[in-house]
């Protein structure tokens, strides 16, 4: 049974950090890309980063560049999203999902779903 679980989302102040992770199972990360979104009240869904199977390869959208830092533990199942430097409108709930191989910047590519984590930042 294929399951992505993001965890690691809260409240921050702006200019505060999170790490948040993506543990997955039912499937293997040497052949999945792992994608990063965001969803805020009212607008579209935003893809934020991404990591290549086989090279590990990372994306990032051009609002995050610089901020955060995706990465991946094969042994653990679990790729992580490092952000630093959080604004208000990096509020959002953070979803991640698998696409087989590549990366995508499109989320209807990406097959699988996790259930999402709500990071909110104040400032």
């Known amino acids: 049974q294929v399951q992505l679980v993001e965890s690691g989302g809260g409240l921050v102040h702006a200019g505060g950090s999170l790490r948040l992770s993506c543990t997955v199972s039912g499937f293997s990360l040497d052949y999945y890309a792992i994608g990063w979104f965001r969803q805020a009240p009212g607008k579209e869904r935003e893809g934020v980063s991404c990591?290549?199977?086989?090279?590990?390869?990372?994306y990032y959208g051009g609002s995050v560049k610089g901020r955060f830092t995706i990465s991946r533990d094969n042994f653990k199942n679990t790729v992580y999203l490092q952000i630093n430097s959080l604004k208000p409108e990096d509020t959002a709930v953070y979803y991640c999902a698998r696409k087989w191989r590549g990366c995508a910047s499109t989320w209807a590519d990406y097959a699988s779903w996790g259930q999402g984590t709500q990071v909110t930042v104040s400032s």
């Open positions: 990591i290549s199977s086989f090279t590990g390869i990372n």
